[in-house]
């Protein structure tokens, strides 16, 4: 069966995506400067499409790097472990950072990104996400460019996934509660 047919609705459609990314790119074009020269940080997996439709939009000089964090236990029973499966190739020591990433839910994974590289003496660090689930939040983070805020479902697509599938859906769906419920 298509994996199309495990959505139970599109919640964010590719023309909606496309606009909202690009008015983000419009407010960072707006503040950072050739000079800036920041560095964005993409937190693998998930915002690796985000990144890639981003980038595109900016007009000022910028670097990019990767770093992988894995959560654990999310869900009821989270326990806002977290741990880097990949880290930066760059020295980020007195750069203008932007760390990109899908979603922020718990608000965990970010809390620790931004202690981690408090750690690092950036000059500067700002956050971009595309969707937040202020509803799931557990700890207050900061946050300073969002796509859009979505319900408490199950989403998928767009870089997001389920198991690791459903990463390449070109929208951001629900994911039938059948599907997840069979694993
Ligand atoms: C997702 C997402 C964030 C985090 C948000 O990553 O990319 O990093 O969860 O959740 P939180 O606010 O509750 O901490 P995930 O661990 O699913 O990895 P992935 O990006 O590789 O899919």
Redesign the pocket.
């Known amino acids: 069966m298509s994996l199309f047919n495990d959505v139970e609705k599109v919640l964010i459609s590719e023309t909606e995506l496309k606009e909202r990314i690009a008015a983000l790119a419009a407010e960072m074009n707006a503040i950072y400067t050739d000079d800036d020269l920041p560095v964005l940080i993409c937190?693998?997996?998930?915002?690796f499409m985000f990144l890639a439709d981003l980038t595109r939009h900016l007009t000022f000089r910028h670097e990019l790097d990767f770093m992988?964090?894995?959560?654990?236990g999310?869900g009821t029973t989270?326990t806002?472990a977290?741990r880097i499966l990949l880290d930066l190739a760059k020295d980020v020591q007195g750069r203008n950072v932007v760390i990109v990433?899908?979603?922020?839910?718990?608000?965990?994974?970010?809390?620790?990104?931004l202690r981690n590289f408090a750690a690092r003496n950036p000059a500067s660090v700002r956050v971009a996400t595309l969707l937040s689930?202020p509803s799931?939040?557990?700890i207050e983070?900061p946050v300073d460019f969002i796509g859009f805020e979505v319900p408490d479902e199950f989403v998928i697509g767009y870089?997001?996934?389920f198991a690791?599938q459903y990463?390449n859906l070109p929208f951001i769906g629900v994911l039938k509660p059948e599907v997840y419920q069979r694993s």
Do not use: H, M
């Open positions: 937190i693998l997996k998930g915002a992988e964090i894995s959560s654990y999310r989270s806002g977290v990433e899908d979603i922020v839910d718990t608000g965990n994974t970010l809390t620790y990104i689930k799931r939040r557990q983070v870089g997001l996934d690791e990463r």
